[in-house]
């Protein structure tokens, strides 16, 4: 493994010790690769994933061919919210996994305020 990602898992496992997600307010969790991007609603008292979603999904790879760039990860962000909303998730704690609050992460996170998510 490279350095630069045992540092990121190093803050991740930081961080989430801080976060604890539960059935009311369930911890969103964020990851980027250099094409794609996923995201994840948990609920950490169960062990549970409640809600999913990737730029890998059909919907999205018929839009954007490289997932991989700010205006797909935009597009996500609102497409995330909007599909949580409908599964009841309005209210989430953001855990951006050890990443910089910056780029695709923080484009993502923007989108998600727009479309109606709290945290």
């Keep these: 493994m490279r350095k630069k990602e045992e540092l990121r ?8 010790m801080k976060m604890l997600g539960t059935a009311e307010k369930p911890r969103l969790v964020v990851h980027r690769s250099l094409q794609n991007i996923s995201a994840q ?11 999913s979603l990737s730029t890998k999904d059909k919907s999205i790879k018929a839009k ?22 409908e599964k009841g998730f309005s209210k989430v704690i953001f855990d951006r996994a050890g990443y910089l609050y ?17 945290f």
Excluded: P, W, Y
């Design 64 to 85: 954007f061919a490289k997932a991989g760039n700010l205006k797909s990860s935009e597009f996500f962000g609102q497409l995330f919210a909007q599909t949580a909303k």
């Design 9 to 16: 898992l190093k803050r991740h496992k930081r961080i989430k």
């Design 102 to 118: 910056h780029g695709r992460i923080k484009i993502f996170a923007d989108a998600l305020r727009k479309g109606g998510m709290e």
């Design 41 to 51: 609603v948990l609920d950490d008292t169960v062990g549970k994933v409640l809600f």
